[in-house]
């Protein structure tokens, strides 16, 4: 048995899954000031924020999760009354966002706050079973694996893998902190990049069993595996062997060869140590096998959405294989040394052909945790 | 679908699709600073037989429980700066799990046969409120770089695969009070998908000032870790497999005696019952995830057959 995406709800600083692909294709970048209220003592001047409102109001992400899951449950024909179904929620930062508002309030200690909230146990509507991942920036990534060993042994007959970030104010601290200078844009695989900025993102991707009863269904494409591992190596900096794992280990579970991969929707976040480590890993996993795929990324037009981000990936590789267009890496101008050889795709996009092969997505996090999901047409 | 020896192992024949399989207990401990845990005890279960072994577990494990600011008398001192209490408590409970003698480090070769997943709820919280109120007083430029991992809330997971060694699958549950329950379910998951031959769950809270006002009551700082393995492993302590209805002994909510370690309990209650019948002579146990949905609510810990 293999697993399907029924269906996929992504929010963005550039709106919905469609309307993002189509500013991506079109080369949009979504970044504009850090509405945070003091954000000059942050060291950081510029996100990718969703709507206008305050970025410190309370627990936004869960209303944009939820917003998300409904709609891909929608999209799915799924009906958690009727079936068994499961969600994974992968977060980087939770509602810590809210946790720093409470705490900063003069009045902190004095108002409780509501601890369950923290979490997104109760934010999926209609389910029951919700289990709450914070792995980093590869969140995602790891609930979606989750979902498809949950499709794959029979314990659920649909999973919602989804994915949220808020930006909070200590992670934008650390960002700022460790920076020379404010980054203005994230400029993913660029040799003048100048590191990451955070992107508020959603999205909810359904997992179902490729099934005889899948034919009368919504499919947008076929789950093919997400290989997981841990670098083990260092708290913050990335590790190529652990990434190279997480790759092979893709492709071993399912069967696949790497050489068949025609597209990656890479990590890509645009800062010193990320970019190369990626870059060395797809030359000696993918490249080596005798792929030649073109290579795109999306943190320069929608930043890095953390928890979010592998699987607002996962929404740009689906739309790769139903449209047979490659965005272009937005932000990229002139690729970097470590990345010669590679077909990054530079100002306009690319054509995705033939359209059965394989798109990769990457998804690395803080802790060495990595991700790697496959796809392709159903 | 992947296959593997592991996924064969875990799973019983005749069973139907879709349940989960019985797991392995190959090490536990439950580390509980300040906590008496052979008083506890007494309050629940019958006098122990006299002779070597009775409750001896529980009197070791209570003396071995450090404080997590004297960490370094367990783990050795190397690597534990700007580590928060919930970290150390982890790694202490990891050490304490695997057999390991107070000082030694046991990270030679990557093992990427060996997947992670932690359980914590507050574990990071008061390092990130101390960030954004050094922020606010002083500026970004007054918070220390060693607090950056701790921006992140799967710094429990990740720092038990970096002391450990551990490469494989790495799983950071931040679900409530359900973390526990959820944490054994994933772990289940990644033996009988095949993506670990072992697994260390592994969960902790602090009780530091921010973490209990946010939780809005007293808060039992501890932790508690299982490593489960394929039914059938040798060195098994105790199986862990889903409850049937109506078997409880001795009862489930009589393990919660230690205080209330939030998102640490469920699978310190397992520890606790892994020790109870590998060494106190309880043939079952059953341990109740409060929070958890239905379905996985109870699991029943038992000798193996």
Known sequence: ?378 | MPSSAAMDAGALPGRPAGEPAVLAITGCSVHLPGADLPGALDRVLPAPTSGPGSRSWAVRASAASCPPEQAATLLGRKGLLAKEPATRLALCAVHRALGLAAGQRARDPLRPDTAVVACSNLGNVGTVVDIVRTVAAEGGRAVSVLAAPSASSNIVASTVALWFGFAGPNLMVCSGRAAGGDGLHLAGLLVRAGRARRVVLVAAEPDDPVASALYGGPLRAGSGCVVLEPAGATATLATVAPAADGVVAPSAAALGLWGDCYGALGVVDLAVAAHLVAEEGQPQVKVSFDGAPPGRRAVLVRAEA
């Open chain 1, 1 to 378: 048995m293999t697993a399907l995406i029924a269906s996929s709800s992504v929010l963005t600083c550039l709106g919905s899954g469609k309307r993002t692909f189509q500013a991506v294709l079109d080369g949009r970048c979504g970044a504009g000031p850090l509405r945070h209220a003091r954000a000059g003592a942050l060291n950081v001047t510029a996100g990718y924020h969703i709507g206008k409102d305050d970025p410190e109001r309370l627990f936004r992400a869960r209303t944009w999760l939820v917003r998300c899951v409904a709609a891909a449950l929608r999209q799915a024909w799924i009906d958690p009354r009727r079936q068994r179904v499961a969600a994974v929620v992968g977060t980087g930062l939770r509602e810590l966002a809210s946790v720093e508002a409470w705490a900063l309030d003069p009045g902190a200690g004095r108002q409780p706050f509501p601890v369950d909230r923290l979490d997104f146990g109760a934010a999926v509507p209609g389910v029951a079973d919700v289990v709450t991942l914070s792995n980093a920036c590869s969140a995602g990534g790891h609930a979606l694996a989750v979902a498809q060993d949950l499709i794959e042994l029979d314990v659920a007959d649909a999973v919602v893998a989804a994915g949220v970030d808020a930006m909070s104010r200590s992670m934008l601290a650390m960002i700022g902190r460790v920076a020379p200078a404010p980054t203005e844009q994230v400029r993913p695989f660029d040799a003048d990049r100048t590191g990451v900025l955070l992107g508020e993102g959603a999205a909810a991707a359904v997992v179902v069993p490729e099934d005889s009863t899948q034919a009368a269904r919504p499919t947008l494409g076929r789950l093919l595996a997400t290989g997981l591992s841990c670098d083990a190596q260092h708290q913050t900096a990335p590790d190529v062997d652990g990434i190279r794992r997480a790759m092979s280990d893709a492709f071993s579970r399912v069967g696949r060869a790497p050489g068949e991969v025609g597209a990656v929707v890479a990590h890509g976040t645009g800062t010193a140590l990320n970019d190369p480590a990626e870059c060395a890993a797809l030359k000696a996993e993918v490249l080596a096998a005798g792929a030649d795929p073109l290579i795109t990324g999306v943190k320069g037009a929608v930043g890095h959405t953390s928890g979010a981000a592998a699987l607002v990936n996962l929404d740009i590789a689906l739309r790769i294989l139903s449209t047979g267009r490659v965005p272009p890496v937005v932000g990229l101008r002139r690729p970097l040394p470590e990345g010669e050889g590679m077909r990054f795709v530079v100002g306009e996009q690319a054509r995705f052909e033939p359209r059965r092969r394989i798109v990769q997505t990457n998804a690395f996090g803080f802790g060495g945790v990595n991700a790697v999901t496959l796809v392709e047409a159903a």
